[in-house]
């Protein structure tokens, strides 16, 4: 019914691109920030501008990190060091901190204008796995979680939340690395081995692959080679829509 794993007793799902339509939203906000930076770092420099690739720079570099990984992944691709600065670095900080909340007064302001969508899918998935009386939590590397999920009327589908705001507290490393993921099965009291991750991103699948997860479902929302790059990075089943799993029976 839910298409996993009989031993499943909890669900572990990313946020963007996963349960809502703001994958889209964060890397336009991403290519917007990199660009202005590229052309005038271009500038100054007389070398030329080769822009930020929304589609190839964002899947290999930045998406599903936590915004300081995504920063600092994209700039060191390009040859590009800076030093950290500080979290509450202003946006026109020439900072690794300084870029990343460049990058978030801009996420904003699209969230604002567009609002925020929710995959149906997902939602109706989600709720399936609820009445199933399995665990659900959301484990977003977006310090912008609990505002999405709000914005979304999603919030009381999920019985924790693992996320930007929470890893950098606690001092857990982002995804790649299972850590925010083994955090999320912490909190509904399942174990990793009896926990499904449900993932768009190709650090996300990694980071449930290295976490040993009894089952790792790769999402893919944007066609082209993502569904095999999904299933190499660790992904043991790729899906369009979490619909399909619903019509596995
Ligand atoms: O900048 P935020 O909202 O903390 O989000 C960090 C990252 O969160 C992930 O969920 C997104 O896939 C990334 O695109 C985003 O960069």
Same mark, same amino acid.
């Given at each position: ?40 770092? &271009?500038?100054? #420099? =007389? ?5 930020? *690739?929304? %589609? ?7 998406? @599903? +990190? ?85 914005? &979304?009327?999603? #919030? =009381? ?5 693992? *996320?930007? %705001? ?7 490393? @982002? +995804? ?74």
């Amino acid at each position: 019914m839910l298409g996993l794993p009989q031993s499943v007793d909890a669900c572990l799902f990313d946020l963007d691109g996963v349960l809502t339509r703001t994958a889209a939203v964060h890397a336009a906000a991403w290519k917007r920030m990199f660009d202005e930076y590229l052309r005038a770092r &271009a500038e100054a #420099t =007389g070398t030329p501008f080769v822009p930020f *690739d929304e %589609v190839g720079d964002y899947g290999k570099y930045v998406d @599903g +990190k936590r915004r300081e990984d995504g920063t600092r992944s994209f700039l060191t691709s390009r040859g590009i060091t800076l030093p950290e600065g500080r979290p509450d670095d202003p946006p026109d900080a020439e900072t690794i901190r300084g870029l990343g909340n460049r990058k978030n007064q801009l996420v904003l302001k699209l969230l604002e204008e567009k609002g925020v969508e929710v995959f149906d899918g997902s939602v109706a998935y989600v709720r399936a796995c609820r009445e199933a009386g399995l665990r659900t939590a959301v484990v977003s590397s977006s310090a912008n979680t609990v505002q999405v999920l709000a914005a &979304a009327d999603i #919030t =009381g589908l999920f019985d924790a939340r693992v *996320d930007g %705001v929470i890893a950098q507290e606690r001092d857990l490393p @982002g +995804k790649p690395a299972p850590d925010m993921f083994l955090a999320g099965a912490e909190a509904v009291g399942v174990p990793a081995a009896r926990a499904a991750v449900f993932e768009d991103a190709l650090a996300g699948v990694e980071a449930g692959h290295a976490g040993d997860f009894a089952y790792v479902v790769g999402v893919d929302r944007v066609g082209g080679d993502h569904r095999e790059a999904l299933a190499r990075h660790g992904a043991d089943i790729v899906v369009g829509d979490l619909s399909e799993l619903l019509e596995d029976k």
